[in-house]
């Protein structure tokens, strides 16, 4: 297994062993293989391995005891989306996994809030796409059935817009793109998270009761200079989306 990072590494882990569990091979109530076997199985070191049982616990895939070893309780996660964070390329997977279908795409010319929330000056041109995150396959029945990861909404600066002016399905992230077809490199990606509650044009989208609680994620990605590339708005249902951090101490 190729090096790329410990936070590729566990995740390439953590997706093989979710096959495994998933084809029966690691049938529910067997336990898995201990931390030391796995470890040598895939050439990696055992903290790496602790981080892909640890993402595997948190989709309800498995659990562990001391002394008894980590069990497996379920052949598919129980929730929609497990997310960790701890690099660009977790948020290069996110959008692998999860496509992005645009329903609309359009040039806006920004004022006021809009603009200041931009950092440009107003009557710059962003593209504003509109759409749903979805895993492939997903059902798109009616009201309580599973839906969409979330609503997401990105500005992308004009100067980009080629990238995804025709609505489309993306499956790999809009940053990505543009950074292949423009030669520009995202160096930093600032994130806010907060508490909201969804409106009844969202919820229509979402399939949930309006009003009902969600996390709105919102990601600027700057490139060099720290110019600002692409914000994106992502709005999550509760109970299809659960987020984790990783945070080291330095020194």
Known sequence: MTNNGSA????????????????????????LPTEHMLAEEFGV?????????????????LSARKGVGTRVEANRPQTSYYHTLQSLQDLFQFASDAQYRVTSADMVSVTGKEAEELGCRPGR??????GLRELP???RGPLGADGPLCLTTVMIDGRYADVAATPRVHTRAIFAQI??????????????????????????????????PALLITRRYFGSGRTLVDLSRNLH???????????????
Not at 125 to 130: D, G, T
Not at 237 to 251: D, I, N, Q
């Open 45 to 61: 070191s055992r903290q790496t391995v602790r981080q892909a049982i640890g993402h595997l616990r948190g989709m309800k895939l």
């Open 137 to 139: 396959g997903e059902s």
């Open 237 to 251: 249902p509760g109970g299809r989306f659960r987020y984790a951090m990783t945070v080291r101490r330095e020194g």
């Open 179 to 212: 950074e292949d077809r423009f030669g520009v490199s995202i160096t930093e990606v600032h994130q806010d998270i907060e508490a909201t509650l969804v409106t009844e044009e969202q919820a229509a989208l979402l399939r949930v009761e309006p009003g009902s």
């Open 8 to 31: 590729s590494l566990y995740l390439k882990v953590a997706r093989t062993l979710q096959d495994r569990i998933a084809t029966g091979a690691h049938p529910i109530g067997s336990l």
């Open 125 to 130: 041109q962003w593209l504003r796409l509109v």
